[in-house]
């Protein structure tokens, strides 16, 4: 359902909808960001039926917490935020991250990962999804949203030390992967 | 930013349908609470419950202090009812018999005079006995009831028999006449009297 209305609400008439409990608010809000955010869970969750469950808890999250809404920062950006802390918390659940012995990794140049722009969307998310749970968490954190190896630490109940060497194997994994599509492609 | 990296960060696909079913069945019913009102009026509740609170301590205070000081006469009361017509008939007959025998005293052949005692409104009237010297002296029945009420024994006859016993002793031994007519002031006159003796 699409809910058609020749009148696009405001931002804030939006919010303000939504915290009244208003059901066609709250429909146009899920409307405006739900493909934005599936987008998100996708790439955090381990599978689809983990992305349904964590787009489903993100979204009611979001519904309760707009009043807290302080517009300090873009409306997208704090949705967003929700969802990604949702699926850190549903990883979190399924996968207990284990701090590990910091050791000096191979550092990886992220232009060495500059093949990936040449790939369509879907198959540089099929990529992602073939990492483990805990480096495709750091990797989506650190070079797609941006968050610092504090930041992720934090978030993640880990050192920053872990954080770094997460990230730096996930690259690796990932190099491994786009030689392996390479080859694959060379042979076709 | 790398290409690939905005391509992942902006990547849209429109989620299952039944998503949004799901999300609307659980909205239902839920009240979305909007917390910094939440927060706002907090403080009045708490604000209006410790005043409430205040209230009801006072008004329990109050009702139980009622409770208190009501207690002891209706429970005088209630024995009063509990006592049976016949049982009060008896006491009064006995009480009236008790002040018969110190009018009518043969051993110091003193006269005490009684004013209506035969009355049954007693407690509108005076018994008036004769004082050491031959002076009236009025008694006040309600001092009966005060001294009755006082040692809160129903019915009084022990109490009523000894003190008067002791009273019209004292009254008897003095000789000094009383200044007053109060039982009270005579009493005291003749307790005085018989300690400087």
């Known amino acids: 359902m699409t809910a058609a209305s020749n009148h696009i609400p405001s931002e804030s008439d939006l919010i303000n909808g939504c915290i009244k409990g208003d059901a066609q608010m709250q429909r146009l809000l899920y409307d405006q960001f739900s493909a934005k955010m ?19 808890e993100g979204f009611i999250k979001v519904y309760k917490s707009l009043s807290k809404f302080r517009a300090e920062g873009s409306f997208e950006g704090w949705i967003r935020r929700i969802f990604i802390n949702t699926s850190i918390e549903h990883f979190r659940k399924k996968v207990k991250l284990y701090n590990v012995t910091e050791i000096q990794e191979n550092t990886i ?47 993640l109940g880990i050192t920053e030390g872990t954080s770094k060497s997460q990230l730096a194997r996930a690259k690796g994994v990932l190099k491994k992967m786009i030689e392996a599509e390479k080859g694959n492609k060379n042979r076709d | 930013m790398q290409n690939f990296k905005n391509k992942l960060y902006n990547y849209e696909t429109p989620p299952p349908d039944e998503i949004w079913n799901n999300i609307s069945e659980g909205m239902k019913g839920e009240k979305v609470i909007n917390i910094s009102h939440y927060r706002k009026s907090k403080f009045i509740f708490y604000a209006a419950a410790a005043a409430i609170s205040l209230v009801i301590i006072f008004l329990g205070s109050l009702v139980f202090k009622n409770e208190k000081t009501s207690s002891s006469s209706e429970n ?16 009064m007959f006995l009480n009236q018999k008790i002040l018969e025998s110190i009018i009518h005293n043969p051993k110091e052949k003193k006269e005490i005079v009684s004013n209506d005692l035969n009355q049954i409104n007693i407690h509108t009237k005076y018994l008036t006995i004769e004082g050491p010297n031959g002076r009236p002296v009025k008694i006040s029945p309600k001092v009966a009831t005060l001294i009755v009420y006082a040692d809160k024994e129903f019915p009084p006859r022990p109490v009523w028999s000894d003190k008067i016993c002791k009273w019209q002793q004292i009254m008897l031994s003095s000789t000094i006449p009383p200044t007053s007519a109060g039982l009270a002031d005579l009493v005291q006159n003749a307790s005085n009297n018989d300690k400087l003796q």
Do not use: W
């Open chain 1, 38 to 56: 599936y987008g998100v869970c996708l790439r955090y969750a381990e599978n689809t039926e983990d992305a349904n469950d964590v787009m489903q």
């Open chain 1, 109 to 155: 140049e992220d232009s060495e990962l500059d093949v990936l722009d040449s790939l369509a969307t879907k198959d540089i998310l099929n990529i992602i999804n073939k990492l483990s749970p805990g480096y495709k968490q750091v990797f989506n954190m650190h070079v797609v949203e941006g968050y610092s190896h504090k930041e992720i630490a934090d978030l």
């Open chain 2, 76 to 91: 005088i009361a209630a024995r009063e009812k509990n006592i049976s017509p016949q049982k009060m008939k008896d006491s």
